[in-house]
């Protein structure tokens, strides 16, 4: 073989050398580059899905803007399912797109429907003005929720009697209605037939913070509230005029009753709500639907 012919053919071994190199190496970057992938893939998924929800709201909880129509699908064209007053809590049932015009919530009550977005409020609830902003909830039993022992019952003592039930919850004629005796710090539910079902000491406003007298209809209700415009709070709220409910007695801003309030079960003592020992506000809670006819004198 000339020698020409010997360098042309280690010209060719080498080349085939480098072929073999080249692709071990294109190997062993393609099985690096799939750990990589593998290790970082909870991470893609977390931008992805971040990425997915750009351009929707983030948030979970709106407070009505005004009085709001509730449709039983997306659209002013299905039926009309229930009116929420202004300043009532809901909750998003779902994501909303930047561009919709409606928006799928659900009440503190579990009432649930369609309402247009323009009329709620997504920018966070007015604690100044409202009461309705809710708390982390408190247990389901009454028993685990921190109070006192003063605070969790009513008084002792001649003015603290209450009309005993002339007839039970469950042999009760419905509907049902409740009035409130600010005279006499009452709270009485009554069965269609006018006969007393249950009778509990409450506290309405204050001098000055007077509960509203009229005739009202329970609309919604919640676990607890927090206002930092008293730095107060209560368990087991249901609403009967805007702002004015029934609830416990009230919770400091550690979420502890105030015995001391509690104390003032029978007498004005409120800020315009109708105060009641803790188990009391969780039966109206737990027993007195939306619709129920509220007559404060």
Not at 111 to 136: E, H, M, T, V
Not at 169 to 190: G, H, N, Y
Not at 239 to 257: A, E, T
Not at 275 to 294: F, Q, S
Request: aromatic fraction near 8%; charge should be positive; charged fraction near 20%.
């Amino acid at each position: 073989m000339t020698d020409c012919g010997k360098k042309i053919l280690k010209i060719r071994q080498y080349l085939k050398f480098c072929k073999k190199k080249t692709f071990l190496i294109v190997l062993v970057l393609a099985l690096y580059a799939g750990a990589i992938v593998f290790a970082c893939q909870p991470a893609m998924v977390g931008y992805i899905a971040g990425s997915l929800s750009y351009g929707r709201t983030t948030a979970t909880t709106a407070i009505t803007a005004n009085q709001v129509k509730i449709y039983a699908g997306r659209g002013a064209d299905y039926q009309v399912i229930a009116t929420l007053p202004k300043g009532t809590v809901v909750e998003l049932r779902e994501a909303l797109e930047a561009d919709s015009g409606w928006a799928n919530i659900r009440t503190t009550d579990g009432l649930s429907g369609w309402c247009s977005r323009k009329d709620l409020d997504f920018s966070g609830i007015n604690l100044a003005s409202s009461p309705l902003a809710q708390f982390p909830a408190p247990a389901e039993l009454v028993s685990s929720v921190p109070v006192s022992s003063s605070a969790s019952s009513q008084p002792a003592g001649s003015s603290q009697k209450v009309v005993p039930s002339q007839v039970t919850m469950e042999k009760a004629s419905l509907p049902l209605a409740v009035s409130v005796s600010i005279a006499d710090q009452r709270v009485t539910v009554l069965d269609a037939k006018q006969r007393v079902v249950k009778q509990f000491v409450c506290s309405t406003g204050a001098k000055e913070s007077e509960t509203p007298t009229g005739t009202f209809t329970v609309k919604d209700r919640g676990k607890s509230f927090f206002s930092q415009s008293v730095n107060e709070g209560g368990y087991y709220w249901t609403q009967f005029d805007g702002d004015y409910l029934f609830h416990s007695v009230p919770f400091d801003k550690d979420r502890h009753m105030e015995p001391e309030e509690a104390a003032k079960l029978g007498t004005p003592a409120s800020h315009g709500c109708v105060r009641l020992a803790i188990e009391n506000a969780k039966w109206i809670y737990d027993n007195i639907p939306r619709g129920t006819v509220v007559k404060v004198k």
